[in-house]
């Protein structure tokens, strides 16, 4: 009988540990990423220009090049100054911004991604898509996977814990976005990716049940491993669908209702899966899921963020319209105003204060 497989996209190395930076110029020669040590190094003008002093003796062949912010320009602008080299990769050294315009110019240009990233606050760091902002607001390109991943966790833990907490919401979101999918499926017939989901679905349950908090190794390991495995996830999907339902519906609202006082994505990612996992009757899950948000200091309420229930009511109406096409809880049962404020007057009582 014929053995049937599939190719997987996915980074040729992952490195994740205290100290992995130092020896960045090592792992790209010995995967033969670069041999030559010609790399194209894109670099905040914040932490990653601090980095630069620690690694440029280590990284004699490289040329770098600051990046103003995540906008598509300043993406094209890179892949423009990026060109006239003979690189065998590009480095996006940074947090998300950077690695995403990084992304966005290696692709432009034909080149592999390395993505050193300098905190963990979303999936995005290993995943096909680079998000940028454009004159329409914002926008998802396209772009293949880093050829390599490294994470090094002791400058994770330099970053404020912010970002952290932004990643921890993030990551638990995968567990709502995944019940989505399967009421996507039982509904509509919508087909699942059953590799994908199950990536998507460990990698959140991982960092639900760990007993570490952010300030230990062991779960900063387990953290940084569930959000490469969800970006891998979605490129064996070919789609965001693993990592995004309503939680990131009622996040897209945040940002399009009150762009100037949404919070981070993965706090309101976190906060969204929990009030998606009540919706959806997973009463105890949703609790257990606030709790977990809770211990390591992420909102699980509206007002923990600025906002009012009213203001809450509206957002979580206006999700469905964030992602036509997509269909998630919000869509199934189609709440109007009154039954929206109903629920999540239940949801505050689950969830306690």
Known sequence: MPVLTRLIPSPVVVDIRPGALDDLASVLEDERISHSGKLAVAVSGGSGARLRARLAPALPGASWYEVGGGTLDDAVRLADAMRSGHYDAVVGLGGGKIIDCAKFAAARIGLPLVAVPTNLAHDGLCSPVATLDNDAGRGSYGVPNPIAVVIDLDVIREAP?????????????????????????????????????????????????????????????????????????????????????????????????????????????????????????????????????????????????????????????????????????????????????????????????
Request: proline residues 4%; hydrophobic residues 45%; charged residues 20%.
């Open 161 to 353: 814990v912010r970002f952290v907490r932004a990643g921890i919401g993030d990551a638990l979101s995968n567990i709502s976005a995944i019940a989505d999918w399967e009421l996507a499926h039982r509904v509509n017939g919508e087909k699942i990716d059953g590799l994908a989901a199950a990536m998507a679905r460990q990698a959140g349950e991982a960092v639900l049940r760990h007993p570490g908090g952010i300030g230990d190794n062991g779960f900063l390991q387990v953290l940084a491993e569930a959000l490469v495995l969800t970006g891998i996830a979605m490129s064996v999907s070919g789609d965001s669908r693993p990592a995004s339902g309503a939680c990131h519906e009622i996040n897209h609202a945040f940002d399009l209702l009150f762009p100037k006082r949404a919070a981070s994505h993965g706090e309101q990612c976190g906060l969204g899966a929990a009030f998606a996992m009540y919706l959806r009757g997973a009463h105890e899950e949703s609790v257990n899921m606030a709790q977990v948000l809770r211990r390591h200091g992420l909102p699980v309420l509206p007002e923990e963020i600025g906002f009012t229930t009213d203001e809450f009511v509206q957002v979580v109406e206006f999700a469905p319209q964030t992602r036509p096409g997509r269909y998630t809880i919000l869509e199934h049962l189609d709440l109007k105003t009154d039954q929206i404020k109903d629920t999540y007057a239940d949801y505050v009582k689950a969830i306690g204060s």
